[in-house]
């Protein structure tokens, strides 16, 4: 949140077409985010991974509907015909939405996005000081 004290400053001075302090201000816009991003980056995914075993657990926000004896069957047998062998009754629930694959998903959307955003956010440091020159 350290980075959202450094915004408002440039910003209204951006609205007002007045020139941002050139200062300390500035230098911490435009620089703090090379260690405060990856930082951030790191707690989010420490904070998650903290989380799924409680959510594990307790099977939290999981989202299923038990599935009728008749359709169960033909699941199994769908899927048997296709080489995968099912234990008895494991097909008596559908599961339609599970938090913890989701947060796994989210987890792995860091291997992108996270570098996707850091250069970035690079970009617009080096903009900024190519119009300062």
Not at 52 to 68: E, N
């Amino acid at each position: 949140y350290l980075s959202k004290l450094l915004r408002p400053r440039s910003s209204a001075d951006q609205q007002r077409g007045t020139v941002a302090d050139n200062g300390v201000l500035t230098f911490l816009r435009y620089n703090a985010f090379l260690v405060l991003y990856p930082l951030g980056i790191l707690g989010e995914i420490g904070i998650v991974l903290a989380a799924l075993p409680y959510i594990r657990a307790h099977k939290l926000f999981q989202f299923s509907v038990a599935l009728s004896a008749p359709l169960s069957n033909a699941l199994a047998t769908i899927l048997e015909r296709g080489g995968v062998e099912t234990a008895p009754n494991s097909l008596s629930r559908l599961v339609l939405f599970d938090f913890e694959y989701f947060c796994y998903c989210g987890l792995a959307s860091y291997v992108y996005f996270g570098p996707a955003m850091y250069l970035h956010m690079l970009r617009q440091r080096r903009k900024h000081y190519r119009a300062v020159r």
